[in-house]
């Protein structure tokens, strides 16, 4: 039986899933195009290659970093408003070893305050959300989609009409790795980082401010006898709901709001959302992207 390879590549990790008849058979996880010690063609290679030795497939569809700069060829961006078939349409196709090739194409949108900015990647899940959901597809509604670079994306009548990046997950990687703001506390209890987490949604919603709190995780574990995974929390909390906080004026009253991502990302944001008096629907970034993926591998 043919079987399709459909993967989602992004700068942290590579999901790649062998597909027959319309049912995940097998799936490989690998580095991301930001991580990989070689090409990313070799990376492929090696990823593909225990699924190849017994039958190549009859196509490649990829989503994410695999189309930027730095991956196995640059795809184009596709203007908001997008609809999923002109998104689609613009795939680039080409040849990987005599397999056919997709990658999906990026897109990109002007803000409100003239100040560009691009996807790669969410815009996948984006669209395979909206045919998981056909209800989605009908009515104003915003996607969040948190990661190392958080995106929140206006969506009418199944278009994606423009969005925003927020740099929240590799600043708190940057604050946690690169900081003097850790590893000064007290003993830890499982407790701590919940706590510390809920803390500074609290300063945030308060109007703290993220530059002006940023030092307070450091002075408490000095001066208040908090934890080092209280800290930890704290900065999470303290960069998620700063995040919220400037971005939930985008949010119409009657909008739908979704979050796309893993159970434990979109359970954190429902919890900070939810601080901030905003209900949210969880959907899995996995299926998502499956979803939008089929759908390229579909018409080309």
């Known amino acids: 039986m043919s079987w399709h390879a459909l993967g989602d590549w992004?700068?942290?990790?590579?999901?790649?899933?062998?597909?027959?008849?319309?049912?995940?058979?097998?799936?490989?996880?690998?580095?991301?195009?930001?991580?990989?010690?070689?090409?990313?063609?070799?990376?492929?290679?090696?990823?593909?290659?225990?699924?190849?030795?017994?039958?190549?497939?009859?196509?490649?569809?990829?989503?994410?970093?695999?189309?930027?700069?730095?991956?196995?060829?640059?795809?184009?961006?596709?203007?908001?408003?997008?609809s999923v078939e002109g998104w689609a349409g613009a795939a680039l196709s080409l040849d990987f070893e005599g397999t056919p090739l997709h990658i999906a194409p990026g897109l990109a949108c002007m803000g409100g305050d003239g100040a560009p900015d691009v996807m790669r990647g969410e815009e996948t899940q984006i669209f395979g959300a909206l045919a998981l959901d056909a209800d989605l597809g009908t009515r104003s509604c915003h996607f969040v989609l948190p990661g190392t670079h958080s995106k929140w994306a206006r969506i009418e009548r199944g278009q994606i009409r423009d969005f925003r990046t927020c740099l929240s997950g590799e600043l708190f990687a940057l604050l946690r790795d690169h900081s003097v703001l850790l590893g000064l506390g007290t003993p830890t209890t499982p407790a701590d980082e919940p706590q510390g987490f809920v803390d500074g949604l609290d300063r945030a919603a308060n109007g703290g401010g993220l530059v002006g709190s940023l030092f307070e995780a450091r002075a408490q574990q000095l001066r208040g006898g908090r934890s080092a995974s209280w800290a930890l929390g704290f900065l999470s909390g303290l960069v998620i709901g700063n995040e919220?906080?400037?971005?939930?004026?985008?949010?119409?009253?009657?909008?739908?709001?979704?979050?796309?991502?893993?159970?434990?990302?979109?359970?954190?944001?429902?919890?900070?959302?939810?601080?901030?008096?905003?209900?949210?629907?969880?959907m899995d970034g996995a299926a998502c992207a499956m979803r939008g993926l089929e759908f390229i591998d579909a018409h080309h």
């Open 10 to 82: 992004g700068t942290s990790n590579l999901r790649l899933y062998r597909v027959e008849d319309g049912r995940v058979t097998d799936r490989r996880d690998g580095p991301g195009i930001g991580a990989l010690p070689g090409s990313p063609a070799d990376a492929l290679r090696e990823a593909l290659a225990p699924w190849v030795a017994a039958q190549p497939p009859a196509g490649i569809t990829l989503c994410g970093m695999a189309g930027s700069r730095g991956g196995l060829q640059e795809a184009p961006y596709v203007d908001c408003p997008a």
């Open 244 to 282: 919220i906080a400037d971005m939930r004026g985008g949010l119409g009253p009657e909008d739908a709001v979704v979050l796309i991502g893993t159970a434990e990302l979109t359970e954190r944001y429902g919890q900070a959302l939810q601080r901030f008096g905003v209900t949210a629907k969880a």
